[in-house]
């Protein structure tokens, strides 16, 4: 996400760290630059205007100009200014998010237009709050008027783990709503999520119907969805919301192929209202709160560890972990547990995405790096063509047994002998780090060669 606008930052500020010194003439020419990759990210052209603006009159307030080495105090600035922009850094001891309310169904309503991932956006935020509240979660289907729409719901939300109140296409919207409301009350809910009906634009009878239902269930919270990939014009339909139903914040949808980051950039400044959660791919698990601070450090090639780290928590058990220390220590690690890791790292998202949150591989490094995850599928399928024994031990797999691994895996036998290669380095080098040791890489890269 964001990729040509942080390659273009990236560059801008890497020639700004590379200078001993920094004149104004220096701090108005990164400046240009910093104004027009925001352009070209359909950054609102008044929002491009502040932001350079303010990140000059800090440079010059703290006083970069003359001073040894202040690229980096450049850096800080810029990533400072960025987090304000979307949002603000997190305020101690808040609770920035949905609003609970006291008295159980939270009602949260959503809205936006036709094909911004609404219904879609719904199931997310269900398996969301069921998953990290431990929430009892129910949806209502309001979207009577979009083909399928219903059936759609009927089934991501199973999916979800939510339960799902419908009434078919034939009942009005707003009775839909308040029948679902009673029922969520009924049956004990702790959150009721309404997905209401869009258009293919901003119109009156559209708001009309989002104001009465809003009136009838009173949401606790009303989010609107905005295609991220719609860049400036989401920012035109957040506004227009924002003058007939006041919303609370955004859920940013496709934030994913999202290069350029116009609209994540520009909704905050011109609606006020915060982005508080972001799709970052189309599997429902790939929904997550949107941090201000850790997208600036993405945008920047700083990486983003705390969410790499909320990720690994996730997918891993910590009774497996031990398990795994226990076999490193032991040099009994063999290609089924480097199969399972492989697997939990591949539940963690695109392994393109997985490594731009590591600091050092995130920004220029990463930029060239193609990751094809159907290798990832090949070294699979090579594991699975070994007997048990010889995932256990791959040093007894001999010639006769890698023509037979490769001709079950599809693949060929130089691709194996790479897998086994590979494999036995990445065995020599945890044992090293078990026995406490400083691994030598570069011996490992040339024997690995």
């Given at each position: 996400m964001f990729d040509a606008l942080s390659e273009k930052l990236q560059a801008t500020l890497g020639d700004v760290r590379q200078r001993g010194t920094l004149s104004e003439g220096d701090i108005d020419a990164a400046m240009r630059e910093i104004r027009l990759a925001l352009l070209e990210a359909d950054v609102n052209f008044k929002v491009v205007r502040q932001f350079t603006s303010q990140v000059k009159e800090r440079c010059m307030a703290e006083e970069v100009v003359g001073k040894l080495?202040?690229?980096?105090?450049?850096?800080?600035?810029?990533?400072?200014?960025?987090?304000n922009l979307m949002g603000g850094p997190p305020t101690p001891g808040s609770s920035a998010g949905l609003a609970f309310s006291p008295r159980p169904p939270t009602v949260v309503l959503l809205a936006g237009l036709q094909g911004s991932g609404k219904t879609t956006a719904t199931a997310k935020l269900a398996r969301y709050l069921r998953e990290q509240n431990s929430s009892s979660v129910?949806?209502?289907?309001?979207?009577?008027?979009?083909?399928?729409?219903?059936?759609?719901?009927?089934?991501?939300g199973a999916q979800a783990g939510a339960t799902v109140y419908e009434k078919g296409t034939d009942s009005d919207p707003v009775e839909i709503a308040k029948w679902a409301l009673d029922r969520a009350r009924e049956e004990?809910?702790?959150?009721?999520?309404?997905d209401t009906s869009g258009r293919l634009h901003v119109d009156a009878e559209l708001m009309?119907?989002?104001?009465?239902i809003r009136d009838a269930v009173k949401p606790t919270d009303v989010l609107l969805v905005v295609d991220a990939m719609t860049g400036q014009d989401a920012v035109n339909v957040a506004e227009s919301f924002a003058e007939a139903v006041q919303f609370d914040g955004v859920v940013m949808s496709k934030l994913d192929g999202d290069a350029r980051g116009g609209a994540a950039l520009s909704v905050k400044a011109v609606t006020g209202k915060p982005i508080l959660f972001a799709s970052t791919g189309e599997k429902l698990d790939q929904f997550e709160r949107f941090h201000p601070d850790r997208m600036a450090q993405r945008i920047l090639g700083m990486g983003d560890v705390m969410t790499l780290i909320e990720k690994a928590e996730r997918e891993l058990d910590e009774d497996e972990a031990r398990e795994m220390e226990r076999k490193l220590r032991r040099n009994e690690f063999g290609l089924d547990d480097f199969l399972d890791q492989l697997k939990m790292?591949?539940?963690?998202?695109?392994?393109s995405s997985v490594l731009g949150m590591i600091p050092g591989l995130?920004?220029?490094?990463?930029?060239?790096?193609?990751?094809?995850?159907?290798?990832?599928?090949?070294?699979?399928?090579i594991v699975l063509s070994m007997t048990p024994a010889e995932r256990r031990k791959p040093e007894i797999i001999n010639g006769s047994r890698r023509l037979r691994i490769a001709r079950g895996s599809g693949t060929n036998v130089q691709q194996v002998?790479?897998?086994?290669?590979?494999?036995?380095?990445?065995?020599?080098?945890?044992?090293?780090?078990?026995?406490?040791k400083m691994p030598d890489f570069g011996a490992l890269m040339r024997s690995a060669r």
């Open positions: 080495n202040p690229g980096q105090q450049v850096v800080k600035i810029v990533g400072e200014e960025l987090t129910a949806v209502a289907a309001c979207d009577v008027y979009r083909p399928a729409a219903v059936e759609q719901l009927v089934k991501v004990g809910k702790d959150v009721l999520i309404v009309d119907e989002l104001v009465r790292v591949r539940k963690m998202g695109p392994l995130a920004g220029h490094q990463m930029s060239n790096m193609k990751v094809d995850e159907r290798e990832l599928d090949r070294i699979q399928a002998n790479r897998l086994i290669k590979q494999f036995g380095q990445m065995r020599k080098v945890m044992r090293q780090v078990g026995r406490g």
